[in-house]
T-cell receptor, first 115, second 110 residues
Framework: GAVVSQHPSWVICKSGTSVKIECRSL??????MFWYRQFPKQSLMLMAT?????????EQGVEKDKFLINHASLTLSTLTVTSAHPEDSSFYIC???????????FGPGTRLTVL | GQQLNQSPQSMFIQEGEDVSMNCTSS?????WLWYKQDPGEGPVLLIA?????ELTSNGRLTAQFGITRKDSFLNISASIPSDVGIYFC??????????FGAGTRLTVKP
């Protein structure tokens, strides 16, 4: 199956700093990527839809100025958590839509811990 | 928000037993997907269903897409310890939006 990578796999940062997470589709071009967050023992919650070459679409309740998304190419989307706080600690997962198979492939996730 | 109702929420079974979980929706989906998520990792696609009534197998896994396109089940036969994880059903809406079930947490006792 298709491969989606995420970097870093985990990050620990101090409160107030910004953290950038990268999501790459390795063997297909993805015009659309998605960013999810997952709290322990819960399902994935969609944060935003990242469209190549245009602004991201954010889900209700997700602050676009706090979670900056850039989809600069057909294989790369980045999520920047700005001025991170402990409540932002979570498991962040990206996915990329394969337009030919009408499926989504997920990255391995990034565990963010804000101290 | 989620539009897929997945059950059961959790299952505790003995190794070797068969498992069945299902997903229902009030709206029609053109595609149904089943994912498995291991602890600390991203979901991995298990089976994709595209046609109403379609029955698809992947090793010990079998999934069917309901005739009405509003439900699907996933069966795991002869469970083994590595089947432990969370299983999600999912369906794309409007081409770019994926809806997920709440997940079924499977525990397999050796």
């Amino acid at each position: 199956g298709a491969v989606v990578s995420q970097h870093p796999s985990w990050v620990i940062c101090k409160s107030g700093t910004s953290v950038k997470i990268e999501c790459r589709s390795l063997d297909f071009q993805a015009t659309t990527m998605f960013w999810y967050r997952q709290f322990p023992k819960q399902s994935l919650m969609l944060m935003a839809t990242s469209n190549e070459g245009s602004k991201a679409t954010y889900e209700q309740g997700v602050e676009k100025d706090k979670f900056l998304i850039n989809h600069a190419s057909l294989t790369l989307s980045t999520l920047t958590v700005t001025s991170a706080h402990p409540e932002d600690s979570s498991f962040y997962i990206c996915s990329a839509r394969d337009p030919f198979e009408d499926t989504q492939y997920f990255g391995p996730g990034t565990r963010l811990t804000v101290l | 928000g989620q539009q897929l109702n997945q059950s059961p929420q959790s299952m505790f079974i003995q190794e070797g037993e068969d498992v069945s979980m299902n997903c229902t929706s009030s709206s029609i989906f053109n595609t149904w997907l089943w994912y498995k998520q291991d602890p600390g990792e991203g979901p991995v696609l298990l089976i994709a269903l595209y046609k109403a009534g379609e029955l698809t197998s992947n090793g010990r896994l079998t999934a069917q897409f309901g005739i009405t396109r509003k439900d699907s089940f996933l069966n795991i036969s002869a469970s083994i310890p590595s089947d432990v994880g969370i299983y999600f059903c999912a369906g794309p809406k409007n081409n770019n939006d994926m809806r997920f079930g709440a997940g079924t947490r499977l525990t397999v006792k050796p």
